[in-house]
């Protein structure tokens, strides 16, 4: 049997996935450049004279943008970095159990921990709002890392049963055998083999602290810990009717994503093995 017809359609297969990626490629670079032109271009070549390269670079923007953010940025990270670190607390021995053990209600217990993550969080607002209040916490970074828990442990609790249950028992019972208890066998033998699930939960409970606007913007004021995101949203409004700084935004856009972008590069190689697994 002739082979031109297989042939033929796998040229136009291939064809297609290049003609793809390059329109995903070209649908995320174009974007990224025009923003990063902006955000050194004075603000009277962009709006006299819109164009993609400036004519006269500037950094203003960027200074200026840098220094209203400065102490936003290091409130974000701190909740950032404080929801990741209490969400890997409470859901790596959550899910383990979930994964490895057996016990009364194990099963229904899990689906009702996550069907959480079927609520509108913007139902949650009210009611944590006042909890918090009472409780003290309320516009405190505490509070803000304490809130994000409610949805963030769910999808880890999700992510890290299914990473356990894959990982092989026979290593976890050969440690035991030659002299571990069941404690230090999963220190030293399940958590390292977990450790590209584990940093997955962590990023994306990062990122959740990092980027979230709602719960930013409502259990903080302008007297407390307020992370960088509604800031920019501050700038966004331009104030008191004032045209918006679109080079300000766009460089603050730029200074907000670059940690996050940080992170993902030096994380890469774990959150590659967590997803395909």
């Known amino acids: 049997m002739s082979t031109t017809g297989y042939d033929a359609t796998g040229v136009t297969l291939k064809a297609t996935a290049y003609g793809v990626v390059a329109f995903l490629v070209l649908g995320n670079l174009v974007p990224f450049l025009f923003i990063l032109s902006v955000s050194f271009m004075?603000?009277?070549?962009?709006?006299?004279?819109?164009?993609?390269?400036?004519?006269?670079?500037?950094?203003?923007?960027?200074?200026?943008?840098?220094?209203?953010?400065?102490?936003?940025?290091?409130?974000?990270?701190?909740?950032g970095a404080g929801t990741a670190l209490l969400a890997l607390a409470i859901t790596i021995p959550g899910a383990y159990a979930f994964a490895r053990k057996e016990f009364y209600g194990k099963t229904a217990g899990f689906y009702a921990i996550i069907s959480a993550m079927m609520f509108p969080y913007i139902l949650l607002v009210i009611p944590i709002m006042d909890l918090?209040?009472?409780?003290?916490?309320?516009?405190?970074?505490?509070?803000?890392?304490?809130?994000?828990?409610v949805f963030v442990t769910p999808f880890s609790i999700w992510i890290l049963r299914d990473f356990f249950e894959n990982l092989p028992t026979d290593i976890e019972e050969a440690a035991q055998v030659y002299g571990c208890t069941q404690f230090t066998a999963f220190v030293r033998v399940i958590l390292p083999l977990a450790a590209p699930g584990i940093v997955a939960v962590g990023f994306l409970a990062f990122l959740t602290g990092w980027n979230d606007f709602l719960f930013a913007n409502l259990l903080t004021t302008g007297t407390g810990p307020v992370p960088a995101v509604p800031v920019?949203?501050?700038?966004?409004?331009?104030?008191?009717?004032?045209?918006?700084?679109w080079g300000k935004l766009m460089a603050e856009t730029l200074i907000i994503g670059t940690p996050p972008t940080i992170i993902y590069l030096v994380a890469r190689n774990y959150l590659e093995s967590a997803f395909s697994v």
């Open 232 to 245: 920019l949203y501050g700038t966004i409004g331009g104030g008191s009717g004032e045209r918006v700084y």
């Open 132 to 149: 918090w209040t009472a409780l003290g916490v309320y516009n405190t970074i505490f509070g803000m890392i304490l809130a994000y828990q």
């Open 42 to 79: 004075p603000p009277s070549e962009f709006f006299t004279d819109p164009h993609l390269v400036p004519y006269e670079p500037t950094l203003e923007a960027w200074t200026s943008g840098f220094e209203e953010l400065r102490g936003n940025l290091v409130n974000s990270f701190l909740i």
